[in-house]
């Protein structure tokens, strides 16, 4: 995927820790080239954070935003 890997795995504990996310998923191989990957129309799906409560689910989408804004 362009040389973008998975977030740490630090991360990814950290962000499905938080209070009212039930999981985070990585969506994607990072040993696959982008077009193998069934994605939405327009876009490329890295995750799916899962969550009973939006805002925390929303506080940990940023967060993985702001992970690969960095690294992008």
């Known amino acids: ?8 795995a630090e991360l990814q504990r950290e962000l499905a820790g938080i209070a009212g996310v039930s999981s985070l998923q990585i969506t994607f191989h990072e040993d696959w080239a982008a077009g ?17 409560d939006r805002a925390a689910g929303n506080a ?9 804004a960095s690294i992008g």
């Open 36 to 52: 193998r990957h069934a994605m939405p129309p327009g876009g490329f799906r890295v995750a799916i954070v899962n969550c009973w």
């Open 1 to 8: 995927m362009n040389g973008i890997g998975h977030p740490p």
């Open 60 to 68: 940990a989408r940023e967060r993985l935003r702001s992970h690969f």
